[in-house]
């Protein structure tokens, strides 16, 4: 019998299973790296604790990524999927509650049972951070967006808000307005931004229009994102604001719970380190995605998939012409 510490029951050893190589996050780069590990031959399993897809599912349509004219992100990852379960085993509604490492093995103890393998690779993506406001969920992929590069285009003549003051809202008010649409406004609820002076500079250039002082404390609309209502914090005067979408910028949170208890090294972001062939400092643990920063793109996440597979095949014992 083993004893399973953090659960307190103990498992016969036939209840644990066995692979060479388990995934932590089934999104782009999770399934990516499974299919590149499966054709190499690997034994491969893919933990999610959701559905899969990560953030890629609340994107309406795509039309960056390459092979696709416009695709919705749900679809999209609905083809990887199916991709991907050819090559490995995919466990969905099962969270990796711990992973353990004892010299050359690591043991994996989620939800339902408890795995063992020989590498890991990290995927666990990011989370946008929500405002947390009536009307945000409902109207998510309906006019409220996380992500500008995503989704701006779907904008073009309309009159959008975004909201946060860092350097990434400013941008992205910028990218927004160089792209064609109509107003861009953006929103922050202090008196001053937080992002650099030249990109402020820069924004006022391009003729973003900056409301200071202005709290969102609602989103509005049927089908679409019709109106906000918004919270003059100086005149503390509320007031209905008409636009057709909203861009929420207030940064993401890397979900790195797991890394850290592997003592896998994080940067000041929290994001995982890791070289050009995604090997973190543990070895035996490799990282993709959103997880590692960067771009934060499907195409990109989907190549570091790839590349981490394949690099693991080095603590396998498999051989790779590469």
Same mark, same amino acid.
């Given at each position: 019998m083993k004893y399973n510490r953090k659960t &307190?029951?103990?498992?016969?050893?036939?209840?644990?299973?066995?692979?060479?190589? =388990? /995934?932590i996050g089934a999104g782009p780069a999770g399934y990516s790296a499974s299919i590149y590990a499966g054709r190499s031959g690997i034994k491969t399993v893919v933990f999610d604790k959701i559905g899969g897809?990560?953030? =890629?599912?609340?994107?309406?349509?795509? *039309?960056?990524?390459?092979?696709?004219?416009?695709?919705?992100?749900?679809?999209?990852?609905? &083809?990887?999927? %199916? +991709?991907?379960?050819?090559? =490995?085993?995919? +466990?969905? /509604?099962?969270?990796? %509650?711990? /992973? @353990?490492?004892?010299?050359?093995?690591?043991?994996? *103890? !989620? @939800?339902? &049972? !408890?795995?063992t393998s020989k590498a890991v690779i990290l995927c666990m993506g990011t989370e946008y951070r929500k405002l947390g406001i009536p009307g945000e969920q409902e109207l998510q992929g309906k006019g409220v967006s996380y992500c500008a590069t995503c989704d701006g285009q779907f904008f073009k003549g309309k009159n959008v808000g975004v909201v946060g003051g860092g350097n990434s809202a400013v941008i992205e008010a910028i990218f927004l307005k160089q792209i064609g649409c %109509?107003?861009?406004? #953006? /929103? +922050?609820?202090?008196?001053? #931004?937080?992002? *650099? %002076?030249?990109?402020?500079?820069?924004a006022i250039a391009k003729q973003v229009k900056i409301m200071y002082g202005t709290h969102v404390d609602s989103i509005h609309g049927g089908q679409k994102v019709d109106y906000l209502n918004l919270h003059d914090l100086k005149k503390d005067k509320k007031f209905n604001f008409s636009v057709d979408g909203i861009f929420v910028s207030i940064g993401e949170a890397p979900q790195n719970t797991l890394a850290k208890e592997l003592g896998v090294k994080l940067d000041e972001k929290g994001y995982i380190i890791v070289d050009r062939q995604q090997k973190t400092n543990v070895r035996g643990v490799y990282a993709a995605g959103d997880i590692t920063g960067g771009?934060?793109? $499907?195409?990109?996440?989907?190549?570091?998939?790839? $590349?981490?597979?394949?690099?693991? !095949?080095?603590v396998l014992g498999k051989k790779y012409p590469y």
């Open positions: &307190k029951y103990k498992m016969s050893v036939w209840e644990i299973m066995d692979y060479e190589l =388990a /995934i897809g990560g953030l =890629a599912l609340v994107s309406p349509n795509i *039309e960056n990524y390459a092979g696709f004219e416009s695709i919705s992100g749900a679809e999209l990852m609905d &083809k990887m999927q %199916k +991709h991907a379960s050819k090559y =490995a085993n995919i +466990h969905f /509604i099962e969270e990796v %509650k711990n /992973i @353990t490492k004892n010299e050359n093995l690591f043991t994996i *103890e !989620t @939800t339902n &049972k !408890t795995y %109509k107003e861009v406004y #953006l /929103i +922050h609820r202090r008196d001053q #931004l937080r992002a *650099e %002076k030249a990109i402020e500079d820069e771009l934060r793109q $499907i195409i990109t996440a989907c190549a570091e998939g790839a $590349i981490a597979a394949l690099s693991s !095949t080095e």
